[in-house]
């Protein structure tokens, strides 16, 4: 949930994309919208409510999280979204059993959560791996490119019957055609504590996260997904509803627990 800060007489608003609402009623969820508030010993009151959780997109989160460099305050998150929402997702990560869902910047928040890093500007920092050549991720990339799309598509691979592969009904050996909208991306040699990378695009950044296969997650099923790109800007494409639908009855079938 974004935040628009006060200016004048406006107390500022909290706002949410209706995209991520459509997609998770469209999967058969009820999709409730979790304010950040600002004495997080709330949260506790609202895991009655939940079954699963979503954390979506939007700018970047601070840099101190993970011992990154100073970065322009036009380009993080409000202070107050960016307290709160590492809050949760280490409440909800660590203290539940709760499946998760993590979109571009909340696929890089679960990373945050669990100790690790992010490569904070791919134009300026990123060495593609792998041979692939650099792809425009960001905005400010596809600019420089001449590109007016609304994002830039191009194929993701998978590992094999991993849940990033399973959630996007991606057989073996196939590619997804995704978008790109982040100039941000996890760090390959930090991506936090029980995670591992399961999807990658053709110059190495990583495209999708889940459970690590000797981790107390993957021993229970638990259904942990991040991903970098945006399924819910790409409804109508059945692959990229697929991990809505996964995240709903995941939800639907599991016992909500706190420790």
Known sequence: MSIRPPSGDDPGEALTPLAYIDAIAGAGGIP?????????????????????FLFIGGADYRPEHYGGHPQPEEELVHPRRDRFDVALARFILEET????????GGCQLLT????????????????????????PHSRKDREKQGKEAPFFR???RFTA?????????????????????????????????????????????????????????????????????????????????????ALVKAAANTWVSAG
């Not at 409730?32 to 699963?52: A, N, V």
């Not at 709760?98 to 979109?103: A, D, E, H, M, R």
């Not at 890093?117 to 060495?127: M, P």
């Not at 459970?211 to 991903?227: E, I, K, M």
């Open 32 to 52: 409730l919208c979790i304010p950040p508030y600002e004495d997080h010993g709330k949260i506790r009151k609202i895991l009655p409510f939940l079954k699963g």
């Open 97 to 104: 059993n709760l499946p998760v869902l993590g979109i571009c």
């Open 112 to 135: 945050i959560a669990r100790g690790g890093a992010l490569v904070q500007d791919i134009g300026t920092e990123w060495r593609p791996r792998g041979g692939g050549l650099p792809l």
């Open 154 to 156: 191009h194929p993701v």
């Open 161 to 245: 019957n991993s849940l990033a592969a399973r959630a996007t009904d991606t057989p073996p050996g196939a590619m997804l055609a995704t978008n790109s909208f982040h100039h941000q991306a996890i760090h390959p040699d930090r991506l936090g504590k029980y995670l591992i990378a399961s999807a990658w695009s053709a110059d190495g950044i990583i495209e999708a996260i889940e459970p690590a296969p000797d981790s107390p997650w993957a021993a229970s099923g638990r259904f942990v997904l991040g991903v970098q790109w945006h399924p819910e800007r790409m409804q109508d494409e059945a692959p990229h509803r697929q991990p809505f639908l």
